[in-house]
C-alpha cells in the first residue's frame, strides 16, 4: 500500500518557491490541473507523479530512457516541452513546473479532462499499459478519498 499523504507534504526540490509559485507537489498537482487542464482532476496527476518517480524522488533514467519527477523521453520533451508558471529560458524536463503542467496538457491533449473513457485513454496514451491506467486511477481514488 501506498501512503497516499506523502503527496501533502512532499516539499518540491528547491530552497524556497519563487512568489506565485506552488511550494509543494500537493499544490503543484492542483494547479497545474486548474491552469493547464480545467476539468482534470489534481489526483491524476497526483498519482502519476508519484508512480513515475516518487513526487520527484526517483528522476532517472529509466530503463527507457525516460526523465524528470513527470518521466517523459527525451523524444516526447523535445515536441511537447513547456516553460510554466512565468518562468523563461528554455522548458527544462528536470524541472517540476514544466514537468507537472506538461503532464497536464499532455493528458488534456488526449482527452483526460472528458473524464470517464476520455481519461482513460489519456492515461494509456502517457504509458502504454492497462496496468497503469489501473494503477493510477486507484491512486487517484485514494488522494481524491484522503483530501476531500
Not at 11 to 38: D, F, H, R, V, W
Not at 62 to 82: C, E, N, Y
Not at 139 to 146: C, F, H, K, M, T
Request: net charge negative; glycine share 10%.
Amino acid at each position: 500500500d501506498r501512503d497516499v499523504t506523502g503527496v501533502q507534504t512532499c516539499a518540491l526540490p528547491i530552497s524556497s518557491a519563487p512568489t506565485g509559485k506552488p511550494a509543494s507537489y500537493l499544490s503543484l498537482y492542483q494547479e497545474s490541473a486548474a491552469q493547464y487542464c480545467p476539468g482534470l482532476s489534481w489526483t491524476v496527476l497526483a498519482a502519476i507523479g508519484q508512480i513515475e518517480s516518487g513526487d520527484g524522488a526517483n528522476e532517472g533514467p529509466s530503463t527507457a530512457g525516460a526523465l524528470g519527477p513527470m518521466q517523459f523521453l527525451p523524444s516526447t520533451w523535445a515536441t511537447w516541452g513547456v516553460t510554466a508558471f512565468g518562468e523563461t529560458g528554455k522548458p527544462n524536463i528536470m524541472d517540476p513546473f514544466d514537468a507537472v503542467p506538461l503532464a497536464a496538457r499532455m493528458l488534456c491533449a488526449d482527452g483526460a479532462a472528458s473524464g470517464g473513457q476520455g481519461l482513460q485513454q489519456a492515461i494509456f496514451d502517457y504509458n502504454h499499459a492497462t496496468w497503469y491506467v489501473d494503477e493510477v486511477l486507484t491512486l487517484a481514488n485514494e488522494y481524491a478519498s484522503e483530501f476531500s
